[in-house]
């Protein structure tokens, strides 16, 4: 069964930073594209950044360019958000997700549970 | 970036009625546009992918259609779990935007 589980959320002030991580099982992360999606409470989707399977190439939304940095260990089968600089306008539940890529058709497949990120002196 | 518009932003409908939400992008996609189901404290679950196709699992009263700017989600027959809150989001380049959100109630 596909699993992906997010931690690392937490209460943080605002300038501090925070490392989110995203264990994948059920699967070999490798082979997969991943992304970051937050959403503020009791508002929208947004997304946040995305990574290809070998890590080379990355991008981000210009809300966090800068600040935030995407990451894998596909030995480790996880993926990380290093948030730096935050802000309180970064407090969200943060998700990972799978991107099965079919035939360069991109999407959400699979979702994690989600880690709440607080950011509030 | 590309915006993506949904409407209604909110839709009363009773068990059985016929439901659609349309989405517009601000630019061709081609039929790069996912929906996706939200239920509260949950996570998000893709419907539709590819503007059409069923995502594996998903009941088939739930269809996609749409090319370039244009796209609907229609619900054939709405049962009590599909009210939720639905999204649309395309995939055609970064950043990936999503709709605002259109959410179902029943009536």
């Known amino acids: 069964e596909v699993q992906l589980v997010e931690s690392g959320g937490g209460l943080v002030p605002p300038g501090g930073s925070l490392r989110l991580s995203c264990a994948a099982s059920g699967f070999s992360l490798s082979i997969y594209w991943m992304h970051w999606v937050r959403q503020a409470p009791g508002e929208g989707l947004v997304w946040v950044s995305r990574i290809s399977s070998d890590g080379r190439s990355t991008s981000y939304a210009d809300s966090v360019k800068g600040r935030f940095t995407i990451s894998r260990d596909n030995a480790k089968n996880t993926l990380y958000l290093q948030m730096n600089s935050l802000r309180a306008e970064d407090t969200a539940i943060y998700y990972c997700a799978r991107d099965p890529d079919i035939g360069g058709w991109s999407s959400f497949e699979n979702w994690g549970q989600g880690t709440l990120v607080t950011v509030s002196s | 970036d590309i915006q993506m518009t949904q409407s209604p932003s909110s839709l009363s409908a009773s068990v059985g009625d016929r439901v659609t939400i349309t989405c517009r992008a601000s630019?061709?996609?081609?039929?790069?546009l996912n929906w996706y189901q939200q239920k509260p404290g949950q996570a998000p679950k893709v419907l539709i992918y590819?503007?059409?196709s069923l995502q594996s699992g998903v009941p088939s009263r739930f269809s996609g259609s749409g090319s370039g700017t244009d796209f609907t989600l229609t619900i054939s027959s709405p049962q009590p779990e599909d009210f939720a809150t639905y999204y649309c989001q395309q995939s055609y380049k970064t950043p990936y935007t999503f709709g605002q959100g259109t959410k179902l109630e029943i009536k």
């Open positions: 590819a503007a059409s």
């Open positions: 630019q061709n996609i081609r039929t790069h």
